[in-house]
């Protein structure tokens, strides 16, 4: 019996191919960015590993005839067409945990840095300016923090706040019975009355493109300070800039812009438009270019724990007597 071919179309760690040829995979690499060349030689392989570089559509799940396993590095799934790719009986896995504690800890770090105007402050000691008291900070201890999306970044970041003294509220839509004595299990219209804070720990799909939007925003009774580490069209960012110069939201830390390029490498517009421009001038936005999840740890999570989902769901579904434990 042949042995199962795996297409790796984007980079990992080596731990990726070096634990699955352990196993017994084939490992080959696919380093162009044609989707025609793709489209030639996809149909010999049965598992194809992916992070951002292509959007997996219809065209391209039918072009993979033998495709039996789509494994994602990292969490979001936007890039492949999943419903269709379940309709052809091909098994999508991703490896979520591998960089929910470095999303939870670059969230933390971004809300310390806005309240304590961390980074303003820096630029200007560097340029020679001591401002104590127009830098003077607000305290996390008995604020509100609103956490959408209780996955696992979402509760990895509950759990680094705990220590804050804090009162932290999580909704989630597809979630229950997720409450415990640091974490109270709310609503929106708890998250719209209550939240000081509010970070977004969401997928993107056709529910949470531009959930931050303008009815949204006005739905909150108090100003707050915004946090996205999901995925840029999460937030409406001409909307967010209304908000900002309105003073509803009266801070915004984002490591997503929903101007980033398909792969995440950069930014898809070649000039900067207007909202951009005014975030980017805003001593009150802190911005970060997709790297929350980017430690040298998580790194080697996401493939570690990808490995461990694909030999499991191989040896259970197909029970190829090449591959070892």
Same mark, same amino acid.
């Given at each position: 019996?042949?042995? +199962?071919?795996? @297409?790796?179309?984007? =980079? =990992? ?22 989707? &025609? /060349? ?5 149909? #010999? ?13 219809? !065209?391209?799940?039918?072009?993979? +005839? ?11 799934? /936007? *890039? ?6 379940? !309709?052809?009986?091909? +098994?999508? @896995? ?21 309240? *304590?105007?961390?980074?303003?402050? #820096? ?9 104590? /008291? ?9 604020? =509100? ?13 509950? $759990? ?6 804090? =009162? ?11 409450? *415990?004595?640091?974490?109270? /299990? ?7 009355? $209550? ?14 493109? %531009? ?14 300070? @915004?946090?996205? +580490? ?28 929903? %101007? ?26 802190? @911005? !970060? ?13 996401? !493939? &570690? ?6 030999? *499991? ?5 197909? $029970?190829?007597?090449?591959? $070892?434990?």
């Amino acid at each position: 019996m042949s042995k +199962t071919k795996i @297409l790796f179309i984007d =980079t =990992t760690h080596p731990i990726l191919p070096e634990k699955l040829e352990k196993a017994g995979f084939i490992c080959h690499h696919f380093n162009s960015k044609s989707i &025609d /060349e793709l489209k030639l030689i996809i149909a #010999d392989y049965q598992v194809l590993i992916i992070r951002s570089k292509f959007y997996l559509d219809k !065209s391209l799940i039918n072009a993979a +005839t033998s495709l039996k396993l789509i494994g994602r590095v990292g969490s979001g799934m /936007e *890039n492949i067409d999943i419903g269709y790719a379940e !309709s052809k009986n091909i +098994t999508c @896995l991703n490896s979520p945990e591998g960089n929910r504690d470095a999303v939870a800890e670059h969230a933390l770090g971004m809300l310390l840095s806005l309240t *304590n105007n961390l980074n303003r402050a #820096d630029r200007q000691v560097r340029q020679g300016q001591w401002k104590r /008291e127009t830098n003077r900070g607000i305290s996390i201890q008995e604020r =509100t923090i609103g956490i959408i999306g209780f996955g696992n970044t979402g509760s990895a970041f509950a $759990q680094r706040l705990q220590g804050f003294n804090c =009162t932290i509220l999580a909704y989630d839509k597809y979630k229950s019975g997720f409450g *415990n004595k640091f974490v109270i /299990e709310a609503g929106l219209e708890e998250i719209f009355s $209550q939240s000081d804070v509010v970070s977004f720990h969401v997928p993107l799909n056709n529910e949470t493109r %531009y959930m931050l939007c303008e009815p949204f925003i006005a739905s909150f009774k108090k100003d707050f300070l @915004l946090i996205n +580490t999901s995925r840029g069209h999460v937030v409406n960012t001409s909307d967010l800039v209304v908000a900002m110069k309105s003073g509803k939201i009266n801070a915004a830390a984002l490591d997503v812009l929903e %101007y980033e390029a398909v792969s995440f490498e950069d930014l898809y517009v070649k000039e900067m438009p207007c909202d951009l421009k005014y975030l980017v001038k805003s001593e009150r936005v802190l @911005l !970060s270019p997709h790297i929350a999840g980017w430690t040298h740890e998580s790194n080697i999570m996401l !493939s &570690d724990v990808l490995a461990t989902k694909i030999k *499991n769901h191989w040896k259970k579904n197909y $029970q190829k007597p090449n591959l $070892q434990n």
